[in-house]
């Protein structure tokens, strides 16, 4: 039987999904583990690993070239692709905000200029707050937009805060939270419908086991 493809963001991502995989009994040889490999195999031979970059995850899954796939709310929101989401893992939290300088974004405001590594997740938000916007799309080092005047906010992951603090910057807005989620393919869900639930059960349960043990600790 072909195995189980699984697409993993690389970085913390792949690595925290890959324990809690382990712990649930699908056990990969630890040898094996490198993050400049591309793939790595379980013992069983049932699962496979695929180390993806995070923007390239939800291509994988919606194209059917892995099964399954996990990676940040983030990536999902901005590249729309026709993929189930179907489980929040929990791990990985943080907030998707617009930031800028203390009353760079005033209520009445019907027009900004935007840097952010998101602009779909961007200018959909604006567009529904009814406001114009001017969108440059960065790589890098956002929070340096609007210190240099290239926007007057931006859009970004924040996770503690402390890069913005740093640098004069605030929260501004909520615009969601941001955790690893599970993602599948539609053709998947239909022809390996059991095999993907206990899957996802397999990494649900490992979170919700750490859960319970910070609790205890």
């Not at 712990?23 to 094996?32: R, S, Y």
């Not at 200018?123 to 080092?141: A, C, Q, V």
């Not at 340096?144 to 929260?171: C, F, H, M, W």
Request: hydrophobic share 40%; with cysteine.
């Amino acid at each position: 039987m072909e195995p189980m493809k699984i697409a993993v963001a690389k970085g913390r991502i792949a690595e925290t999904a890959r324990e809690l995989l382990s712990e649930g009994g699908i056990a990969f040889p630890d040898t094996l583990y490198d993050e400049r490999k591309l793939l790595i195999n379980s013992i069983d031979g049932n699962y496979q690993l695929l180390f993806v970059k995070a923007s390239d995850v939800p291509t994988y899954i919606e194209k059917g070239a892995a099964d399954i796939g996990i990676v940040g709310k983030d990536t999902i929101m901005e590249d729309g692709k026709d993929v189930y989401e179907l489980q929040d893992l929990g791990f990985g939290s943080c907030q998707l905000v617009v930031a800028g300088f203390p009353g760079s974004f005033p209520e009445d405001t019907k027009s900004l200029t935007v840097a952010t590594k998101y602009p779909s997740i961007a200018k959909t938000y604006f567009d529904k707050e009814g406001i114009r916007t001017e969108i440059s799309r960065l790589n890098g080092s956002i929070e340096l937009a609007p210190i240099a005047g290239l926007s007057e906010v931006i859009v970004d992951i924040v996770e503690t805060g402390s890069t913005l603090r740093d640098n004069g910057l605030v929260i501004l807005r909520e615009i969601a939270k941001v955790s690893a989620r599970v993602i599948v393919n539609k053709a998947s869900y239909a022809t390996k419908n059991i095999e993907v639930k206990q899957c996802i059960e397999l990494l649900k349960k490992g979170v919700d086991d750490r859960r319970a043990d910070n609790h205890n600790a």
